[in-house]
């Protein structure tokens, strides 16, 4: 075990690895990952919300190893944790995706593949040794988006995850006020609207779509088709008629319109509109195991994670990535047997106390 491994292992929590690599990250680079819409009132909410959700323990119910398996579109998954996508790697990180590839990989985590991902998927594929899904940012040029679907189905991604909640970006202050850009050199091969080298990243304008679009990808795909970016019930079951498979619950980590509400707290709504008829999946504001079974308990089939692992990369390439999921999963077993809950499956509305937390 070398020095450098060794001090990752000292980094216990999520908040102190995102505190570690701040001071090792290029303010530009931090910025960009820590950053939301406007006043970042959604960010705050994000977090503040899994804190007054109090849970309610069982005792002597003899858990001593606790079964975290899911299974979502027939793939049993290890554990009820994804790697969310997120853009930009190598400004990160010199490796990039290829490094969060051997990360998660190592961690056993499903990682959904930016298309403002800095590397080629075929690439990605070869490095990684745990399920990839890939994530879609619709472009102007149909045919250059159905020819990357295709691409990222062929590389072995098991589902596309089409962004539904970004017709223009948010007002990115921070974003914006840092001047992040790619490093020289540095490609976006998926965002074709954007261009090469960068150009573009900070203007908001985006393709516009409607849900015959998500008919269209539905026809197109050949995998599941999960939409992400859903927070309304009525948007939910719309989803549905338009094809969708799956649905993540997300208000895209506070980035885009401000003041809308925690994910927790809407997922509920979103799960009794699809009546379990599809796997509902929650991100947002997820730094601790207690959060993840917080979310179970509401019904989601699984969470990701986004900042927390980039900042794990930012520090320490594919061992940071895979820090941050080993932490999150060891405690999520350390909730699990505290709760006195065995399983996943295990884990429902029970667990949480009536008692709301200030």
């Not at 990682?111 to 490095?127: C, F, G, L, P, Y």
Request: glycine share 8%.
């Amino acid at each position: 075990m070398t020095e450098s491994s060794i001090e990752l292992l000292q980094i216990l929590s999520l908040p102190e690895l995102e505190a570690v690599a701040r001071r090792c990250m290029p303010a530009m680079a931090y910025e960009y990952i820590a950053a939301g819409a406007a006043d970042e009132v959604t960010v705050r909410w994000n977090r503040e919300a899994y804190d007054r959700i109090a849970l309610q323990p069982r005792v002597l119910a003899g858990v001593e190893a606790p079964d975290t398996s899911v299974s979502i579109f027939g793939r049993l998954l290890a554990f009820p944790i994804l790697l969310a996508p997120t853009a930009y790697h190598r400004a990160l990180h010199p490796e990039g995706e290829l490094a969060t590839a051997r990360g998660a990989g190592a961690a056993g985590a499903t990682w959904i593949v930016s298309s403002a991902s800095t590397t080629r998927i075929e690439e990605i594929a070869e490095a990684a040794s745990a399920p990839l899904w890939f994530q879609l940012y619709v472009q102007s040029d149909r045919e250059f988006t159905r020819d990357v679907v295709q691409r990222a189905v062929a590389a072995g991604c098991e589902a596309i995850c089409l962004t539904v909640d970004t017709p223009v970006l948010g007002a990115r202050d921070r974003q914006v006020r840092a001047g992040f850009s790619l490093p020289q050199g540095v490609e976006t091969p998926y965002l074709q609207d954007i261009g090469e080298g960068g150009r573009g990243i900070n203007n908001p304008k985006r393709v516009v779509l409607s849900w015959r679009d998500v008919e269209w990808m539905r026809s197109i795909a050949g995998v599941p088709l999960v939409l992400k970016g859903i927070l309304s019930p009525y948007d939910a079951k719309l989803a549905l008629d338009a094809g969708a498979q799956g649905l993540i619950v997300s208000n895209h980590g506070g980035r885009n319109l401000d003041t809308v509400p925690a994910t927790i707290d809407v997922l509920s709504g979103v799960i009794e509109a699809v009546d379990s008829r599809v796997p509902v999946i929650i991100d947002g504001g997820i730094r601790r195991g207690t959060d993840v079974v917080k979310a179970l308990a509401r019904g989601a089939a699984a969470v990701l994670i986004g900042r927390p692992y980039c900042y794990g990369l930012a520090l320490a390439g594919a061992a940071g990535v895979q820090r941050a999921v080993e932490i999150l999963r060891n405690e999520l077993e350390m909730a699990m047997i505290l709760m006195g809950r065995a399983t996943v499956g295990d884990i429902d509305a029970s667990v949480l106390s009536a008692v709301t937390a200030h």
